[in-house]
Nanobody, 127 residues
Framework: VQLQASGGGLVQAGGSLRLSCAAS????????MGWFRQATGKERELVAA????????YYSNSVKGRFTISRDNGKNTVNLQMNVLKPEDTAVYYC?????????????????????WGQGTQVTVSS
């Protein structure tokens, strides 16, 4: 599966952005999805994850209550709505997909669970 992330940009603290990730190839509904981010000089971290059907989600403590992950299996997209953005949210954001899954409806919180990665989109939050 190929992933193309978009929607990043420059926003003031307190503002909002919506990231989108379009998938092509494979059967999108068989992949659990995640959004990761990597700030300069820091390790990549999971921001949010969603199960194949969208029924189950996970958020890191740093974004819980501010970010919302969603997916549209009919449109082969996964989105990340980011509200009340903070300067510490500044990073390159990546969408990622697991291998095709044929059972279960889990979320995956470890980067090694993801086999496909998008190219990243820069989010910069000014104070």
């Amino acid at each position: 599966v190929q992933l193309q992330a978009s929607g990043g940009g420059l926003v003031q603290a307190g503002g909002s952005l919506r990231l989108s990730c379009a998938a092509s190839g494979g059967t999108f509904s068989r992949h659990a999805m995640g959004w990761f981010r990597q700030a300069t000089g820091k390790e990549r971290e999971l921001v949010a994850a969603i199960s194949r059907s969208g029924a189950n989600t996970y958020y890191s403590n740093s974004v819980k209550g501010r970010f919302t992950i969603s997916r549209d299996n009919g449109k082969n997209t996964v989105n990340l709505q980011m509200n009340v953005l903070k300067p510490e949210d500044t990073a390159v954001y990546y969408c990622a997909a697991t291998q095709e899954l044929y059972s279960g409806n889990m979320v995956y919180t470890q980067s090694y669970s993801y086999d496909y990665w998008g190219q990243g989109t820069q989010v910069t939050v000014s104070s």
